[in-house]
């Protein structure tokens, strides 16, 4: 059986994909011509370097092409949708590809098995440097190999640790919910309603040829079809609409921030729930935005800029108890904290995710989610509202942590998760009557968890 742990098979080296002294591209040969050509040997390059597990595989990306400019569009589509597609499919694909799970060898499984490569693709290439007559020998047998008799976390593609706490709280449905994780995300977008209806952007991008519809549940979403480049056009540069996963639009309208209030982004991040609580308060009253990276406040600039909102103040924290938090204890009328977690219900976008946590590196994020919330509780006013947030599936990042809170903090209660956004005229399906639990599967967003408390007045 194969190891949970993928950090166990060392990456042998790759084929360099042409590269001269000091890693660039020196051109044509260096194309990783995905659609026909099948040269693997920029995507195993890429891989090498993911499958370190050192860094975030999408940081890791995007160092790969920096250091390969010449690369085309199709090009990096390719190598991106290979190396992610191994990462989504890590576990099963080392099982297939032993003794020898090589960079290469993992490659080659998921082009055959996930990646709708025939063998007459892989054919063409025998006798050149690619492919020798054992590759397409061991090809062709993997084509109808079986996994029936390896573990349910083998065949989900999950660490045994996570298969455990993951079955227990999903029971049945996790094959459908990791059959969901392990396949790529849809590009969403918002509307900013300060400058533009949702109708007349479908009109639009659909007159333009950009496949584009309305969201179910967010009444500010659209679900784009593919991933049209969209950092160059008009309604992104002039800040009519952002990207954002629609889960994550959800939240915004749990915590429902009216005009006028006095309102907190806890963990704003690069701002994108910041932005959608500015518009939604009519780039009135006063916005604050805490976070304890000044890179990833920095982030939040230009895109303040695109959007017109002056309603926001952005605040760079040292930690949950600095003395600009305590500050402004009692003062808000309503704040959000989208809590760092293990960002496991982004598998879609974050595949490396799954590999890289531990039941370590959770146990202390829940110690370090339960201090955040505490801090953040004591900004909220007498008959203010507190969401408290997560995109994890772990109970334990999420139901424990509020349930621990209400339990210390009698001033607090649960308000139903379905009542409040019924007010806002959005219901979800298979909806919990406390939490809110956005599940992949049956949502078709990002996995997040939320609680909406109030504070007794």
């Given at each position: 059986m194969t190891s949970q742990n993928p950090r166990l098979h060392k990456p042998g080296n790759a084929t360099r994909a042409g590269a001269k002294a000091g890693g660039?591209?020196?051109?044509?040969?260096?194309?990783?011509?995905?659609a026909g050509g099948l040269d693997t040997a920029p995507a195993i390059e890429a891989l090498e370097l993911l499958l370190d597990l050192a860094h975030p595989a999408d940081a890791q990306?995007?160092?790969?092409?920096?250091?390969?400019?010449?690369?085309?569009a199709r090009d990096r589509s390719f190598i991106a949708e290979a190396v992610y597609g191994v990462l989504r499919r890590l576990r099963s694909l080392?099982?297939?590809?032993a003794p020898a799970a090589t960079p290469r060898r993992l490659l080659l499984a998921w082009l055959a098995r996930h990646g709708g490569r025939n063998m007459r693709e892989f054919e063409a290439l025998e006798g050149k440097a690619q492919l020798d007559k054992a590759d397409l020998e061991w090809l062709r047998g993997l084509k109808g190999a079986k996994l029936e008799d390896q573990s349910e976390a083998v065949r989900l593609d999950l660490p045994d640790w996570l298969h455990e706490l993951l079955a227990a709280q999903f029971g049945d449905h996790l094959p459908t919910l990791m059959e969901s994780l392990n396949s790529a995300a849809p590009l969403d977008l918002r509307v900013n309603p300060l400058k533009a209806a949702r109708d007349e952007v479908l009109v639009q991008f659909n007159r333009e040829g950009v496949v584009a519809a309305a969201t179910p549940?967010?009444?500010?979403?659209?679900?784009?079809?593919?991933?049209?480049?969209?950092?160059k056009h008009p309604l992104f540069l002039d800040g009519s609409v952002e990207v954002q996963d629609e889960g994550s639009q959800i939240l915004g309208f749990l915590l429902a921030p009216k005009r006028g209030e006095m309102v907190c982004d806890f963990c704003a991040g690069a701002g994108g729930k910041t932005l959608l609580l500015g518009a939604l308060m009519r780039n009135s009253g006063r916005l604050y935005a805490f976070d304890t990276s000044e890179k990833r406040l920095g982030r939040m600039k230009p895109r303040l800029a695109r959007s017109g909102l002056q309603n926001v103040q952005s605040l760079l924290i040292a930690h949950e108890r600095d003395a600009k938090v305590k500050r402004l204890a009692g003062k808000f009328d309503r704040v959000l904290v989208d809590a760092p977690c293990s960002g496991l219900g982004t598998l879609r976008r974050n595949?490396?995710?799954?590999w890289r946590q531990t039941p370590e590196s959770v146990t202390e994020l829940?110690?370090?989610?339960?201090?955040?919330?505490?801090?953040a509780a004591r900004l909220v006013k007498a008959g203010g509202r507190l969401v408290y947030a997560t995109c994890s599936l772990?109970?334990?990042?999420?139901?424990?942590?509020?349930?621990?809170?209400?339990?210390?903090?009698?001033?607090?209660?649960l308000l139903p998760v379905g009542e409040v956004l019924a007010a806002q005229n959005i219901s979800l399906a298979a909806e919990p009557v406390d939490f809110l639990r956005l599940d992949t599967a049956r949502h078709g967003t990002d996995g997040f968890f939320a609680a909406v408390m109030e504070r007794s007045a």
């Amino acid at each position: 059986m194969t190891s949970q742990n993928p950090r166990l098979h060392k990456p042998g080296n790759a084929t360099r994909a042409g590269a001269k002294a000091g890693g660039k591209s020196s051109g044509k040969s260096a194309r990783a011509e995905g659609a026909g050509g099948l040269d693997t040997a920029p995507a195993i390059e890429a891989l090498e370097l993911l499958l370190d597990l050192a860094h975030p595989a999408d940081a890791q990306l995007s160092a790969f092409f920096r250091n390969y400019p010449n690369f085309g569009a199709r090009d990096r589509s390719f190598i991106a949708e290979a190396v992610y597609g191994v990462l989504r499919r890590l576990r099963s694909l080392q099982v297939l590809a032993a003794p020898a799970a090589t960079p290469r060898r993992l490659l080659l499984a998921w082009l055959a098995r996930h990646g709708g490569r025939n063998m007459r693709e892989f054919e063409a290439l025998e006798g050149k440097a690619q492919l020798d007559k054992a590759d397409l020998e061991w090809l062709r047998g993997l084509k109808g190999a079986k996994l029936e008799d390896q573990s349910e976390a083998v065949r989900l593609d999950l660490p045994d640790w996570l298969h455990e706490l993951l079955a227990a709280q999903f029971g049945d449905h996790l094959p459908t919910l990791m059959e969901s994780l392990n396949s790529a995300a849809p590009l969403d977008l918002r509307v900013n309603p300060l400058k533009a209806a949702r109708d007349e952007v479908l009109v639009q991008f659909n007159r333009e040829g950009v496949v584009a519809a309305a969201t179910p549940w967010s009444p500010l979403g659209m679900r784009l079809q593919g991933k049209p480049a969209l950092q160059k056009h008009p309604l992104f540069l002039d800040g009519s609409v952002e990207v954002q996963d629609e889960g994550s639009q959800i939240l915004g309208f749990l915590l429902a921030p009216k005009r006028g209030e006095m309102v907190c982004d806890f963990c704003a991040g690069a701002g994108g729930k910041t932005l959608l609580l500015g518009a939604l308060m009519r780039n009135s009253g006063r916005l604050y935005a805490f976070d304890t990276s000044e890179k990833r406040l920095g982030r939040m600039k230009p895109r303040l800029a695109r959007s017109g909102l002056q309603n926001v103040q952005s605040l760079l924290i040292a930690h949950e108890r600095d003395a600009k938090v305590k500050r402004l204890a009692g003062k808000f009328d309503r704040v959000l904290v989208d809590a760092p977690c293990s960002g496991l219900g982004t598998l879609r976008r974050n595949p490396d995710l799954k590999w890289r946590q531990t039941p370590e590196s959770v146990t202390e994020l829940t110690l370090k989610q339960a201090a955040i919330l505490d801090a953040a509780a004591r900004l909220v006013k007498a008959g203010g509202r507190l969401v408290y947030a997560t995109c994890s599936l772990l109970r334990e990042e999420d139901e424990d942590i509020v349930n621990a809170f209400l339990s210390t903090h009698p001033d607090f209660r649960l308000l139903p998760v379905g009542e409040v956004l019924a007010a806002q005229n959005i219901s979800l399906a298979a909806e919990p009557v406390d939490f809110l639990r956005l599940d992949t599967a049956r949502h078709g967003t990002d996995g997040f968890f939320a609680a909406v408390m109030e504070r007794s007045a």
